[in-house]
């Protein structure tokens, strides 16, 4: 299944606070993994892998125990990787 899988990365609420819905569009069914990190590019949380269809997808990252800055999303299927940034309000 060549070319890109993922459409789209998306984050609800903005700026995220205490949880960060993660929405992912994805092109073509594919097996997918998502994982968040803090900036300096440490892995915090990740979601075991999951088979999706074409379509529209939310995952929930709990947000409340991590300090307010800078956080990315990265979104793996076999075919394609893509990341996306958001930053947390400082309390």
Same mark, same amino acid.
């Given at each position: 299944?060549?070319?890109?899988?993922?459409?789209?990365? $998306?984050?609800?609420?903005? +700026? +995220?606070?205490?949880?960060?819905?993660?929405?992912?569009? /994805?092109?073509?069914?594919?097996?997918?993994?998502? @994982? /968040?990190?803090?900036? $300096?590019? *440490?892995?915090? *949380?990740?979601?075991? @892998?999951?088979?999706?269809?074409? %379509?529209?997808?939310?995952? *929930?990252?709990? /947000?409340?125990?991590?300090? %307010?800055?800078?956080?990315?999303?990265?979104?793996?299927?076999?075919?394609?990787?893509?990341?996306?940034?958001?930053? @947390?309000?400082? /309390?």
């Amino acid at each position: 299944m060549p070319g890109n899988v993922i459409e789209s990365i $998306n984050f609800y609420p903005t +700026p +995220p606070d205490t949880y960060v819905d993660v929405e992912i569009k /994805l092109y073509q069914p594919a097996t997918v993994e998502v @994982k /968040l990190f803090q900036s $300096n590019g *440490r892995e915090i *949380r990740s979601v075991e @892998k999951e088979f999706f269809q074409r %379509g529209t997808y939310m995952v *929930r990252f709990d /947000l409340e125990a991590l300090p %307010g800055g800078g956080y990315f999303v990265r979104v793996g299927t076999p075919w394609d990787t893509s990341m996306a940034h958001f930053t @947390k309000g400082m /309390l």
